[in-house]
Each structure stands twice: as C-alpha cells, then as structure tokens.
T-cell receptor, first 112, second 112 residues
Framework: QKEVEQDPGPLSVPEGAIVSLNCTYS??????FMWYRQYSRKGPELLMY????GNKEDGRFTAQVDKSSKYISLFIRDSQPSDSATYLC????????????FGTGTSLTVIP | DGGITQSPKYLFRKEGQNVTLSCEQN?????MYWYRQDPGQGLRLIYY???????QKGDIAEGYSVSREKKESFPLTVTSAQKNPTAFYLC???????????FGSGTRLTVV
C-alpha cells in the first residue's frame, strides 16, 4: 500500500464550478499537509499548508484535513481556466524526519 | 528575487554517458532535495542534503550521485548505471523552520 493515494483524474469541469480534490494516507504520524499546483513542464508551487486537522481558507481555495479518516481535501471555488494544472498533495511528520510523501497528482482542466 | 534555478531545462544523454544537472538556490535554505517525476508515479526522492558536506540517499538513489560543497548548490549526476534515466528531475529546497518546499522549474532528461 502506498503511503499516499491520490486519484490521478483527469478531471474536467466548466468554468465557475466547485472542484474537490482528495488524498488518503495510511501513516497516522503525518501532521503537516500541503497542496502543490504544477503547471505543465514547470516545478510545483506551494498552494496551501495545513497543520493537523481542520480547515484553512485562502481566497478561492480551502484545504481540509480529517486525521481520524486519514483524508485531506482541496476545494476550489469559482474555478477559472488558469486553475488548469496538476494538483499534488504532500504530507510529512516529525517522525518521518525530513521526508515528504507525495500523491501522484490529479490533472484538472477548467473549460471556459 | 530569491528562488531555485535548475539548468539546463532540457538535456539529452547518449547511452553510457554521465550527465550533471545543476541546482542553485539563493534562498539561504539549509536543506536541498532531488526528486524524479514520472507519469503516474508522482515524485520520488533521489537524494537529499540537510547541511553542507552531508547528504543521504532517498528511495531511488541507485545510479545517481550528488555533492553539497556549497550551501547554494546541489548538483545531481545521472550515471551510466541508471538504466532508465528519462524523466523530469526536480530540485527543491526548504528552510528548517518551514514545512513546504520551494521547487525549481525542472530539467527534462531524455536518453537518445
């Protein structure tokens, strides 16, 4: 079993839709949860960072962490064509040292 | 502007050749990382370094080598022992107090 599971998609939505991206994980030691956005042929950029359980909102983006279910989500409201990218979840914990564990990424296309 | 610079953007290698990928950062980050990204497999850790003159193997270090002689620089050599080197290589750095990575823009290596 992989440490982090992420549906690769692809996911295609119309402009203005609400997008839900999800990851599940198996290691209960994970405490730090991140979402990265990666445009084609570019490096990933950090989008959201959350510590432990709860919600975090930043503009149109909301990150949710449910540690009891080992499940994290990223919601994108009022999606725009510029949101078309691959979204990677990542997680780590103090007991995992400096190693981050990444999902495989979900490819999102927002259609104008 | 602070950031990570990877060069070259595209690299072609002949069978049996060693090639070196450059990674330079001016963020004053202590830790630096090399990842390999293949379609459907996400990011896999090759090597990482938490301090100058010290580095550790990641999950897929075979066929690769690194050095960390300066804080700013963490070059990756893909040796002829790496049997399937065609991939997108990403360098990242992280300050000790931060849990998210800053990534470079990547190098696409192709064996010809």
């Amino acid at each position: 079993q992989k440490e982090v599971e992420q549906d690769p998609g692809p996911l295609s939505v119309p402009e203005g839709a609400i997008v839900s991206l999800n990851c599940t994980y198996s290691n209960s030691a994970f405490q730090y949860f991140m979402w990265y956005r990666q445009y084609s042929r570019k490096g990933p950029e950090l989008l959201m960072y959350t510590y432990s359980s709860g919600n975090k909102e930043d503009g149109r983006f909301t990150a949710q962490v449910d540690k009891s279910s080992k499940y994290i989500s990223l919601f994108i409201r009022d999606s725009q064509p510029s949101d078309s990218a691959t979204y990677l979840c990542a997680m780590s914990g103090t007991s995992t040292g400096n190693q981050f564990y990444f999902g495989t990424g979900t490819s999102l296309t927002v259609i104008p | 502007d602070g950031g990570i610079t990877q060069s070259p953007k595209y690299l072609f290698r002949k069978e049996g050749q060693n090639v070196t990928l450059s990674c330079e950062q001016n963020l004053n980050h202590d830790a630096m990382y090399w990842y390999r990204q293949d379609p459907g497999q996400g990011l896999r850790l090759i090597y990482y370094s938490q301090i100058v003159n010290d580095f550790q193997k990641g999950d897929i270090a075979e066929g690769y080598s690194v050095s960390r002689e300066k804080k700013e620089s963490f070059p990756l050599t893909v040796t002829s022992a790496q049997k399937n080197p065609t991939a997108f290589y990403l360098c990242a750095s992280r300050a000790q107090t931060v849990h998210g990575y800053t990534f470079g823009s990547g190098t696409r290596l192709t064996v010809v």
